[in-house]
């Protein structure tokens, strides 16, 4: 499934760290017991190697990348492999500079690009004696010896275009596995953070008569403040002192209807600090003062 290009900016999504994901993990040793192939994840960043041990790659692999120059261009072509998916938006079956087979399956959530699943170091028929010649000599100034070369070659797995195609789809099983796995964890935190405006509420009403601030709410809940507010405001359309002060001058307008306390009595009582806040605040929500609303 093709998706569009990855957003710039800001991911609004959290990192997903793939290698924490002990599925994942489980689902590679599994893949690698039953078919050779190591999977590996790498960020956009360029970060591999977090997924995949070491050994698990194959010979002709392990070897190549051992010498410095071969490192660093099995990382240049791993990069541009990453960076080509990611503009494409799907799988990419590609040979990589030693001449092996290589897969990156991207992996995309909110449109945003996480990076990809790799897999692959296989050739994709038996090598002929013209192959291991020509890879020999194009990889000869790696000083390894091309005997060692052919001898690596020649273990190297062989997948025909069914079994690559089996392969890529099994890569998307995983991927969608990981994006399930964070929808999950995403809606779970989204239904937290609503209770967390409950929680806020049901803390006002209980505690409307004393002086609390943004931060005695906060804390009560178990956020910052900071990130109450943006939630508080988002979910209601209010912030936390104009529903408290809604919240107060109801309690206040009951007050003063069904009770015989002084209006001074029943701003201290509602939680304002002052007849003159209390009378501001009053008239600014009921559109009357106190006074008006206990003799209307």
Request: hydrophobic content about 40%; glycine content about 6%; some cysteine.
């Amino acid at each position: 499934m093709k998706h569009p290009p990855a957003q710039t900016g800001t991911p609004r999504w959290p990192l997903l760290r793939i290698e924490k994901l002990k599925t994942v993990a489980d689902y590679h040793e599994i893949v690698f017991r039953l078919t050779g192939l190591p999977i590996d994840f790498a960020y956009p960043d360029g970060e591999t190697l977090r997924l995949c041990p070491y050994s698990h790659f194959r010979p002709f692999c392990r070897m190549v990348r051992a010498t410095p120059e071969g490192g660093k261009a099995c990382r240049a072509s791993d990069a541009a492999a990453v960076r080509l998916a990611e503009t494409h938006g799907e799988p990419l079956v590609y040979t990589c500079h030693a001449g092996l087979t290589d897969i990156v399956v991207p992996l995309f959530i909110g449109g945003v690009f996480l990076g990809c699943f790799t897999s692959g170091q296989f050739l994709m028929k038996k090598p002929t004696a013209r192959f291991l010649a020509r890879t020999a000599k194009a990889l000869h100034h790696l000083k390894i010896g091309d005997d060692r070369l052919r001898r690596c070659l020649n273990r190297t797995l062989v997948f025909n275009r069914q079994q690559v195609e089996a392969v890529v789809q099994l890569i998307q099983l995983i991927g969608s596995f990981v994006l399930e796995h964070q929808d999950r964890l995403l809606f779970l935190k989204g239904v937290q953070e609503r209770d967390k405006i409950s929680l806020a509420k049901a803390f006002m009403e209980r505690r409307y008569g004393d002086k609390i601030a943004v931060a005695d709410i906060a804390a009560a809940v178990g956020l910052s403040p900071s990130r109450l507010s943006h939630l508080f405001r988002r979910e209601t359309g209010a912030t936390m002192v104009q529903c408290l002060n809604r919240l107060r001058v109801e309690k206040a307008r009951d007050l003063l209807r069904n009770s015989k306390l002084r209006v001074t009595e029943i701003a201290f009582e509602t939680g304002f600090q002052s007849p003159t806040h209390f009378n501001r605040i009053f008239r600014a929500i009921a559109g009357c003062s106190p006074s008006a609303w206990r003799e209307g």
